[in-house]
């Protein structure tokens, strides 16, 4: 296989990272990015090119990061919509200036990121789009509301998506992680908003501890988390010989979870099945 060139966003830590660790590991060119380049200095000198990429910066200036990046190599075959944070809270306290920022960063900025990118990829006829969805991205969780919402939006517009460059020679796979031990529920790319209702007090505060328990306790480890994504895009390793998916679930914690989703679903269908298919005119 030719070497491919890769652009991944966030990459100062986990998935990020190690993708780009990864990804060199076994000689493909990779434009590794950050919205601080000197978080990522180390990634330079393990052989990447680096590039400043704020996800939440204007379209436009996307568009001119896009071009810098498009002109390095020559090309971008695989663009890995990874940068995102996690906000904690419940949506009843949650302001429109919350909404705003948890969509920024990881719904608004992966589809304006993808825009940007897209032009180049449609011109060579070929590219492969991950956007790196979640656990939180098909199931909901108390106190979570901002952060679901914004990886299941994502998740949506992505699948809708995928039809729509298939044809064009474009491939794109949305990857759902479980638990991985990673900064992200580390102080300064999570935050926690507090509740001003009595009510909530009790959840919120159960949900923060277990949550501040779980981080740097998560089972998941990103660089073979990362790993298998690379393998996936690259066809390779325990994705040899196997059709591109169009979603994946990593880690045992939440393929658990996606197959009791998938079950529940079912008997859920069968229970109202007579309900659901009594509504058409007669
Ligand atoms: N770890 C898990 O358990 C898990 C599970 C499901 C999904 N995910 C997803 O995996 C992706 C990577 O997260 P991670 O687990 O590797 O956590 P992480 O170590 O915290 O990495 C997140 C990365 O995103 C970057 N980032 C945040 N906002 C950004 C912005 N506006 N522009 C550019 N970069 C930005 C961070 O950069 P700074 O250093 O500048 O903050 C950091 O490099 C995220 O989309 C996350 O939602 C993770």
């Not at 008997?267 to 309900?275: C, D, I, R």
Request: glycine letters at 10%; charged letters at 20%; one cysteine or more.
């Amino acid at each position: 296989m030719a070497p491919l060139v890769w652009l991944i966003t966030g990459t100062s830590s986990g998935f990020g990272a190690a993708m780009v660790e990864d990804v060199l590991s076994r000689g493909d060119k990779v434009i590794a990015t950050a919205r601080n380049i000197d978080k990522i200095a180390s990634l330079k000198e393990a052989g990447a090119a680096i590039l400043k990429l704020d996800v939440t910066s204007p379209p436009e200036e996307l568009k001119k990061t896009a071009a810098e990046a498009a002109g390095i190599y020559g090309s971008i075959d695989v663009l890995v919509n990874n940068a995102g944070n996690t906000h904690f809270g419940m949506l009843e306290d949650a302001t429109p200036d919350d909404w705003q920022a948890q969509f920024g960063s990881n719904f608004f900025g992966p589809i304006y990121t993808t825009q940007a990118f897209l032009p180049y990829m449609r011109k060579q006829k070929s590219g492969t789009i991950v956007f790196i969805s979640s656990l939180a991205g098909f199931q909901g969780f108390s106190t979570l509301s901002l952060y679901c919402g914004s990886k299941h939006a994502m998740t949506g517009a992505a699948a809708s998506f995928a039809g729509e460059v298939s044809g064009l020679g474009i491939r794109t796979v949305t990857i759902n992680p479980g638990f991985f031990r990673t900064s992200l529920l580390a102080t300064g790319n999570t935050r926690y908003i507090d509740t001003r209702f009595d009510d909530y007090k009790p959840m919120l505060k159960q949900a923060y501890e277990q949550f501040e328990g779980i981080d740097g306790n998560q089972v998941g480890d990103p660089v073979k988390g990362a790993a298998r994504i690379v393998d996936v895009v690259r066809g390779e390793g325990l994705a040899k010989g196997k059709e591109f998916p169009a979603s994946l679930y990593l880690g045992p914690d939440c393929y658990a979870a996606a197959v009791k989703q998938a079950e529940d679903n079912l008997a859920l269908l069968k229970e109202w099945k007579e309900l659901s298919n009594s509504t058409d005119y007669s």
